[in-house]
Each structure stands twice: as C-alpha cells, then as structure tokens.
C-alpha cells in the first residue's frame, strides 16, 4: 500500500492490522541447532530449508512433498555420549508405541532411543523393525499414515520432536564401546540402547521387553496441532484444501544397528520440535509467503478466459 494511503488511515485501523505482522516469514535454515545436537532433515536425499515458527515460539517448520522419503538426521555437539528418542506423529520411532514423555510426577522412563558417540551423528530413515532393517518415513495423507493404519494416532499428527538425554553416572556400570557388538541375549543390568553401525544407536528395550521392536503392519489418527495449521486456506479450490500429510510405512531398507548400555538422566536435557505441512498451510500459518498472483482456477474456467489467445498452438507434447 503505498505510503501516503498509510498516513491517512484511522489509528484503530492502523491497530488492528499490527498482528498481521506476526506472520512475516523467517530466514531458513538447514538445521535447528542446540547446546547439545543440531537437527537437519533430508527430503528424498537433499536437505531442506527449516522455517522457525512466526509466533516466536521454538518450533520449526518444513514442506511435506506427498509420496517423497524423508530422513531426519541428529548431530552431537558435545565430547559426550548421548541418548536420543525420536518421535514422529507421537510414535516412538524404534518401538511403534505412542511416546510418553518424563513427567515431574511421574513416569521417568524415556522409552526407547538412539545413542550418539562423542561428535557423532545419526541419520534415522524410518520404522525400526528389527536391528538390521527400518521402514522408510514417507510423506502419505494422514489418513493412510503409519499411525492411522496401526490404531496409534496421537494429537501430534505432522510432529517431529527429538528429545536429547545426557548420560547418568553410575559407579561400577561399564559402558560398551562403539564397535562393541551385543546381542539381545547378552544384554543385562542397566539399559540396552542400540548403537549404529556406521550411523547412529538404536533405542533400549524397556526393562520388560523385548530387544527389538516388532515391525507393525499399519498405523492411527488424531489431531493436536494448532487450530490454525489445520484449517484449510479459504478461497483454495482442489483436493488439497482439506488433506494434511502424515508419515507412512515405507520400502524397508538395510539400516544396521548394535546394542550399547546406557542409562539416560531422568528428563531431557534439551528438545527440539519440528513441524511438517503441505505448502498450502504453511502458507495459511504465514510460514510461507502467499503467491503475489494466486489465479482462482475455477473463476478462470467460470469465465472462459483461457480461450481468449487467438490462433490454437500446438501442444507441449
């Protein structure tokens, strides 16, 4: 608008349009960095920019691309180990289960999670099904998501949420080395958390369970997210309006994994938060810039404007 139309509108005006600033869009970033691991995620082999969140607050966003595998790699910045647990759309990536995050109350077990070496880095493909093997995290429909079809859906349906735990001192616990390998039978005291061969470490089995998680066969459904990144953008014609992503069952891929002891501190020490959408929505949540120049494609075919352009060209193909 230009400025001298600025100037002249009324003070209660000028008001009530300064919220619409908190949705400037925010410079991207290929990963979220912490005090303790940074974050960065691969979309069919490539990175992908990381908005943070308009509002300020620390959550981050990417673009899901329906039908493209995505990767979610985790880096240790210290000189110390560190247990990692990965949830997607609530799920505990290496046993399935809905993640039940340490409370001051009362549960202080993390669940299952990822050991990274001093300096290391993990890049976690998918569903853990065994030690050897994951299924690829594929953006699908949530409604066909790994957690809609197995009966897990949890109100974080579109989250990544990595939660970093420090490793507890124990006097008389020894501690496996990186190219220690051991198998379940081996296992005893302490946790069990499976290290990557090559990658990162695979989670420890909960003190009743078994050593490595069973590969499901589908997923659930639910919905927390905000109101807003749930709305379908107003005026938005097509089968996208209404469809937000989840993450599917994908094609099982060779992902080798090793057990190690570790016993993690009873609460995070640092989380990260990662928020994935169709581009229409992060458009509407102002993630996004909105086209300049976004063309009504029923208006055009309302009023027959595509065959205003003279002599027929020939086609593209």
Not at 153 to 159: D, L, N
Not at 209 to 222: F, I, K, L, N, V
Request: aromatic share 8%; hydrophobic share 35%; proline share 8%.
């Amino acid at each position: 608008m230009p400025p001298s139309r600025v100037s002249c509108l009324p003070l209660l005006a000028a008001i009530l349009l300064l919220p619409a600033r908190t949705h400037a869009q925010s410079s991207p970033t290929r990963e979220v960095s912490g005090s303790l691991v940074s974050v960065s995620v691969e979309v069919d082999g490539a990175p992908v920019p990381l908005f943070r969140a308009p509002d300020g607050s620390e959550r981050w966003y990417l673009e899901a691309r329906e039908g493209s595998a995505y990767a979610v790699t985790v880096a240790n910045r210290t000189d110390e180990r560190l247990g990692v647990v990965i949830a997607v759309d609530g799920l505990n990536v290496i046993s399935g289960e809905r993640q039940r995050w340490p409370s001051w109350w009362g549960r202080s077990d993390p669940g299952r999670m990822y050991v990274l070496q001093p300096w290391g880095a993990a890049t976690v493909q998918g569903w853990r099904t065994s030690l050897d093997e994951v299924r690829r995290f594929t953006f699908v429909d949530e409604e066909i998501s790994y957690a809609a079809r197995s009966g897990k859906t949890t109100s974080k349906m579109g989250w990544i949420e990595v939660a970093v735990f420090r490793e507890r001192e124990r006097s008389g616990l020894l501690g496996l080395s990186r190219d220690k390998r051991v198998s379940p039978a081996e296992e005893s005291g302490g946790r069990d958390e499976a290290d990557f061969s090559g990658q990162a470490s695979s989670g420890a089995p909960e003190p009743a369970t078994q050593a490595a998680p069973e590969g499901a066969s589908g997923p659930a459904r639910s919905n927390e997210d905000d109101a807003q990144a749930r709305k379908a953008p107003s005026g938005e014609v097509g089968s996208r309006a209404r469809s937000y992503p989840g993450t599917g069952w994908g094609t099982e891929t060779n992902d080798r994994a090793v057990l190690v002891e570790f016993e993690p501190e009873r609460r995070p020490a640092q989380r990260i938060t990662v928020r994935y959408e169709y581009a229409p929505t992060l458009v509407t949540l102002g993630v996004l810039p909105r086209p300049r120049h976004a063309t009504d494609r029923l208006a055009e075919r309302e009023r027959g404007e595509l065959g205003k352009r003279g002599f027929a060209p020939s086609p593209l193909w």
